[in-house]
């Protein structure tokens, strides 16, 4: 949830030299994601980002790229920020997502 797929065909990122090795990743993967991937297309994959993020951007660019590959994934904004208010609220969505089929709840 609220991943820093941060990526520099747009321009710098400007988030410092510690994100080089993060940017060149997700750079790579972006391009990777121009062709078909076999192997994940039988993984979901769940996304969701506050809306007030500064990664917001990079998080809506990366879903498309994601179907386009064939891979199932559902992307959820919510009205809030990088918070764990934010990660909160969407964990039940993302883990029924993720794994479904009934859910058993148990309490001791």
């Known amino acids: 949830q609220s991943g820093s797929f941060v990526f520099t065909d747009v321009g710098d990122h ?3 030299p510690l994100w080089d ?7 790579q993967f972006r ?3 121009r062709r078909p991937m076999a192997g994940l297309t039988n993984r ?5 980002c506050g809306v007030f993020e500064s990664l917001i951007h990079y998080n809506r660019s990366l879903a498309p790229g994601l179907r386009r590959s ?3 994934v559902r ?4 009205q809030d920020g990088h918070n764990w208010i934010c ?3 969407r964990l039940r969505e993302a883990l029924t997502w993720l794994f479904p089929g009934h859910l058993w709840m148990y309490y001791e």
């Open 70 to 72: 064939g891979i199932p």
């Open 31 to 33: 391009t990777d994601l």
């Open 21 to 27: 090795p993060v940017v060149d990743f997700i750079n």
């Open 14 to 16: 400007g988030r410092g």
């Open 44 to 48: 979901r994959m769940f996304l969701s």
């Open 87 to 89: 990660w909160r609220d």
């Open 75 to 78: 992307f959820v904004e919510a």
